[in-house]
């Protein structure tokens, strides 16, 4: 006979046990989520509690934000204060108010938005006078506008707007700096009619990328059609890479330099500008230098050299006759400094000073000696000349105290692969002195180096009297 096997029970008492302990841990579970949940009402509450109610300056920078957003003409308005670094006590910023424009108006449209805005500014209450910019980017040509007007009625708001609808690609217009760019040289001359005709001064004028560009650092006036023509026409030529057009300092060089670089020899555009009737329709001379891929070549547009306002050479006699008897400067006499350095538009400037530590006036002329060192030590070999070739230099004296300078000028050089900049100059300031070593590193915007590379050409201005 076979016994069946009788299956195992559970004593309640396990049985008990299980359950209790399935629902303390459901409970223990629920507990926490709850804490969880409570715990994040309470910090919502707490950083609810923490956020500062918006102040008055704050309500009012948004009513004003409001309103300019409803002038026609405006796509979108902003104002900043930037207030941090600020010292306890000083008065609070300037609010700085960002007009964005609708793109397409007339100039009179623009301007007239404009003047609203400042309309809207003056009784605004905002917590100190406003510094405004105005911006606009044109949708497809992406063409762009940045100004920062005077006030109310600052023509440079219709100015901008009237090169843009010429087809200038970018327009910058502000108290420091006015500059226009085209596409190509051949929109460079319109460009300079539109300036003309508004009777706009324009520090440059130049097609993107700086391939062909008029400048003036000084006194800017409107550029001079016959000069962006000649600039056009230079830059157009197959064999041109860049070309610059410089009004110079009337108390360094008066007479302007076209500077062309070319692929392949220089003469042929050369001789092109010695020919080219730009000169004689500008009614000045203009000198020229054309770098090559070897040599160079200087000489003046149109054959047509600087005519002397002093035709009796009385300025030259006095010159000499203030330097007869004065004995000539010494190494020891001068100094050498290097300061001024400046970038416009594909060209580099730096000035090398010398000034007179005697207490009596001494007499200089020609031009510092120069060589340049590298951050590695190296010396770049590099070719140094003279502003105009065949010139003689004048000879002038320097009082006690006294400073001569001289500018030196090259075209940019590429730093896109972190080369071995120039970091001192080299300077003999007479021959026979001692030379300085002059730290370029030392000058405001010079304090990495400068693109002082190798095959560098460097033109040398000549010794003249300190202006300042």
Not at 50 to 79: C, F, H, N, W
Not at 271 to 286: K, V, Y
Not at 373 to 397: C, F, H, N, Y
Not at 437 to 466: F, K, M, N, T, Y
Request: hydrophobic share 40%; with cysteine; proline share 9%.
């Amino acid at each position: 006979m076979t016994e069946t096997p009788q299956p195992t029970r559970l004593h309640p008492l396990y049985v008990a046990v299980t359950v209790l302990f399935v629902v303390l841990v459901a409970l223990a579970l629920w507990a926490t989520a709850r804490g969880d949940v409570r715990a994040g009402e309470q910090g919502d509450e707490r950083e609810a509690a923490a956020d500062p109610a918006p102040s008055e300056d704050a309500r009012i920078r948004a009513d004003v934000e409001r309103d300019l957003g409803t002038i026609e003409g405006v796509e979108s308005a902003t104002i900043q204060v930037f207030e941090e670094g600020m010292l306890e006590n000083a008065p609070p910023p300037s609010p700085a108010v960002t007009i964005d424009l609708e793109s397409f108006r007339t100039p009179e449209d623009t301007q007239a938005t404009v003047d609203a805005v400042y309309g809207i500014l003056a009784g605004s209450g905002l917590s100190g006078p406003p510094t405004v910019t105005v911006v606009d980017t044109l949708p497809g040509t992406k063409a762009t506008l940045t100004l920062e007007p005077a006030g109310p009625g600052d023509p440079a708001v219709h100015d901008a707007v009237a090169f843009l609808d010429a087809g200038a690609t970018s327009v910058h217009l502000t108290a420091d700096n006015a500059a226009v760019s085209g596409r190509d040289p051949a929109a460079l001359p319109g460009l300079a009619e539109v300036a003309g005709t508004l009777a706009r001064p324009l520090n440059s004028l130049s097609t993107d990328g700086y391939g062909a560009m008029y400048t003036s650092s000084v006194d800017p006036v409107p550029p001079p059609l016959p000069a962006v023509q000649l600039l056009a026409e230079a830059g157009s030529r197959d064999e041109t890479t860049q070309t610059v057009y410089e009004v110079r300092s009337p108390t360094g060089n008066p007479v302007p330099l076209l500077t062309v670089y070319v692929d392949g020899p220089p003469a042929p555009v050369a001789d092109w500008l010695r020919a080219s009737g730009q000169a004689d329709l500008l009614g000045s001379a203009i000198a020229f230098t054309v770098y090559g891929s070897q040599t160079s070549e200087s000489g003046f547009v149109s054959d047509r050299e600087l005519v002397s306002t002093d035709p009796a050479n009385d300025e030259a006699d006095a010159a000499a006759a203030a330097a007869d008897g004065v004995p000539p400067c010494t190494g020891q006499d001068l100094r050498a400094g290097v300061t001024g350095f400046d970038a416009a538009a594909g060209s580099r400037f730096l000035t090398v000073t010398a000034e007179n530590v005697t207490d009596a006036p001494c007499a200089l002329d020609g031009r510092p000696g120069l060589s340049f060192l590298r951050a590695s030590g190296t010396v770049p070999d590099v070719l140094s000349e003279p502003e105009i070739p065949g010139q003689s230099p004048v000879r002038i004296v320097v009082p006690p105290g006294g400073v001569a300078t001289s500018q030196l000028r090259w075209g940019a050089m590429s730093t896109a692969n972190d080369p071995d900049q120039t970091t001192s100059v080299l300077v003999t300031t007479v021959p026979g002195a001692d030379e300085a070593r002059l730290r370029v590193a030392d000058v405001p915007g010079a304090e990495s180096g400068v693109d002082i590379l190798e095959g560098a050409r460097i033109v040398v201005g000549d010794w003249v009297r300190s202006s300042s």
